[in-house]
């Protein structure tokens, strides 16, 4: 079973907005930070935003005041709603899991989604 899986990319116009969802299979997920990464081709896989198992969140700089982290525990489920998309967001869009982690590093999540993509045209 993948333990977390994506949904809700697309192709949207630049201004536009979008909601990502991240649905986790995890047992005592409430316990896990959860964060989203990107990767354009080419590109490294970046970090965008964690919400944190103990709470609060955390953005990259690029996309503060734009992108906004949040969790449903009751559902398992992780979101990254995203306003005022740019070009310069284009890419996919991974969902990963740390067991009560405080990282912003790729190599300290365990769980990865498989990914999904967006498009941002001008």
């Known amino acids: 079973q993948v333990p977390l899986v994506e949904s809700g990319g697309g192709l949207v116009q630049a201004g536009g907005s979008l909601r990502l969802s991240c649905a986790a299979s995890?047992?005592?997920?409430?316990?896990?930070?959860m964060a989203w990464f990107r990767q354009a081709p080419g590109q490294e896989r970046d970090f965008v935003a964690a919400?944190?198992?103990?709470?609060?969140?955390y953005y990259a700089d690029s996309v503060v005041g734009r992108f906004a982290v949040s969790r449903d525990n009751a559902k398992n489920t992780v979101y990254l709603q995203m306003n005022s998309l740019k070009p310069e967001d284009t890419a996919a869009y991974f969902c990963?899991?740390?067991?009560?982690?405080?990282?912003?590093?790729?190599?300290?999540?365990?769980?990865w989604g498989q990914g999904t993509q967006v498009t941002v045209s001008s």
């Open positions: 995890l047992g005592f997920f409430n316990r896990y930070t």
């Open positions: 990963a899991a740390d067991w009560r982690g405080s990282s912003t590093q790729r190599a300290a999540y365990t769980y």
């Open positions: 919400i944190y198992w103990s709470g609060g969140t």
